[in-house]
């Protein structure tokens, strides 16, 4: 029994030992990426992220905290279009939350303007991490939000970007989408106007 104790203490701390190594080592592949965004830099920091929200494997808050500075690195190349930083986008939300999260969605929502299949094709690759699809679809950003008229003009934008695709392997991801953003235009039509 006392054997058996022994080697539960010893290996507790090497499970932490190793999950730690591995965020570590996430942060330092990821921000090897974002110097040097090529499609064999994205392989690591990719596969070293979780497949699902909620796994319980998440960096402890000083790494999370490096990775979403990083992540603002992230959103130019995500608005560029570089596919490799999409996915990685999107498999980020199984350790984002809260602002991180929120910045996740500004940057990838961007793309269904400038690049509504790519943006569509992720969705649906990854559309088994979950994240609130309102809030991604739908929210503009802070700057815009507080716009009411330039809110609903980039909403209708997204719209008629959305309403141009004809692939039919997105069209489930696309109704869906639109929908969201049929409904939030609609919402905004009615409101008030600013004063």
């Known amino acids: 029994m006392r054997t058996f104790t022994i080697l539960i203490s010893l290996c507790i ?6 999950q730690s190594d591995k965020w570590i080592d996430f942060e330092k592949s990821f921000k090897f990426f974002i110097a040097h965004p090529t499609h064999d830099n994205s392989i690591k920091p990719y596969n070293l992220l979780p497949n699902k ?3 319980g494997d998440q960096p402890n808050t000083e790494i999370l905290d490096s990775i979403l500075l990083t992540s603002i ?31 996740l969605n500004w940057t990838l929502g961007k793309l269904i303007i400038t690049n509504p299949i790519l943006f569509l094709k992720e969705l649906k690759n990854h559309r088994q991490i979950p994240y609130d699809l309102d809030g991604l679809v739908g929210n503009n950003g802070p700057d815009i939000y507080n716009n009411q008229e330039l809110d609903l ?3 209708g934008e997204k719209i008629k970007s959305l309403k141009k695709i004809s692939d039919s392997d997105l069209n489930k991801i696309k109704d869906e989408c639109l929908n969201i953003l049929l409904r939030l235009y609609d919402t905004m039509k009615n409101m008030p106007k600013e004063k």
Request: proline residues 2%.
């Open 13 to 18: 701390p090497l499970t932490c030992l190793s």
């Open 153 to 155: 003009k980039v909403t």
């Open 53 to 55: 929200s909620g796994s």
């Open 73 to 103: 690195q992230l959103d130019k190349i995500i608005v560029e279009g570089n596919e490799d930083a999409v996915k990685l986008g999107f498999k980020l939300y199984t350790i984002a939350d809260g602002e991180f999260a929120e910045s």
